[in-house]
C-alpha cells in the first residue's frame, strides 16, 4: 500500500535550520509531484512547497519563499525539505503528499504522510 513517512522534524532556534525527510512506497514516485504542507495549532493547513516529478519545476508559498527549498531524489523515492532561517511562525506540524499535477491546492494531492513536528523557539 501506499506510505509515506516523514522525519526530521524537532525543535530548533530562531534562525536555525531543519532538513526534512519523507520517504515513499506504493506507488511510482517518479511520475508524482511531491509537496509539503503544514498546520500549525488551531490553524488550517497550508501551502508550502511542491516540486514536480522531473525537479524542473518548484513553486513556494511567499512566506517560505528564500527560506525553504524542495528537492526529491527519485532513486531513493524520497523528496526532502531544507528549511533555513527558521522563524517561530514556522512552528507546525509538516506533511509531505503527492499528487499527479503539481498544484498549491491539498485536494490535488491524493497520497499523505503522518506528519512531522517542527518547533521553532524564539
Known amino acids: 500500500q501506499v506510505q509515506l513517512v516523514e522525519s526530521g522534524g524537532g525543535l530548533v532556534q530562531l534562525g536555525g535550520s531543519l532538513r526534512l525527510s519523507c520517504a515513499a512506497s506504493g506507488y511510482p514516485f517518479s511520475t508524482y509531484s511531491m509537496a509539503w504542507f503544514r498546520r500549525a495549532p488551531g490553524d488550517e493547513r497550508e501551502f508550502v512547497a511542491a516540486i514536480n516529478e522531473n525537479s524542473d519545476n518548484e513553486i513556494y508559498n511567499d512566506s517560505v519563499r528564500g527560506r525553504f527549498t524542495i528537492s526529491r531524489d527519485n532513486a531513493k523515492n524520497t523528496v526532502y525539505l531544507q528549511m533555513n532561517s527558521l522563524k517561530p511562525e514556522d512552528t507546525a506540524a509538516y506533511y509531505c503528499?503527492?499528487?499527479?499535477?503539481?498544484?498549491?491546492?491539498?485536494?490535488?494531492?491524493?497520497?499523505w504522510g503522518q506528519g512531522t513536528q517542527v518547533t521553532v523557539s524564539s
Open positions: 503528499a503527492a499528487g499527479v499535477a503539481l498544484s498549491y491546492y491539498e485536494q490535488k494531492y491524493g497520497f
